[in-house]
């Protein structure tokens, strides 16, 4: 049987750096760009506009019963009590939510001493003065958030969200 001379002996230091370069390079190469980054409405997916509410029929750190884009969606408006990001009204502290848990589809809750939505069923947290963001559990997405406009009659309405809701496929309705 004949040998073959060709082969390298990469060794193994060798192999994890050159591993790590390719894993650069590909990251590199699907890197966003900038403009892309700076536009929070990238991932927007636009749903007919719903009239929720009225600014009258919020009340501060209490959580405001909707569904949103449709009545299988169930969600929340809340109004926070302070200018946060993504906020809406003449305050910027109105803020909505999905109440489903994007990790299981566990029913959510509000909890108005740390202002968080939290999950029963495997215990995930999501910060509402911060868009939604997973602080803690096994959701592997941030909490889908509404896009509000309040008009000058003080209607509370939604327009989009900004993640994919739970159990669909897409965000077309």
Known sequence: MKRCDNLVDVGRRHFLSGA????????AVTVL??????????ALVKYPSNRLANLKDLKTNEPFQVSYPDGDAPGVLIKLGQKVPGGAGPDGDIVGFTTTCPHKGFPLSYHAADKTMNCPGHYSRFDCENGG???????????????LRIDDKGDVYAEGVDELLYGRLSNVL
């Open 33 to 42: 760009p900038a403009e892309a980054k700076a536009d929070n409405t990238a």
């Open 133 to 147: 963001q997973q602080v803690w559990g096994q959701a592997t997405q941030n909490l889908p958030q509404y896009v």
């Open 20 to 27: 790590g370069a390719m894993t650069a390079a590909a990251a």
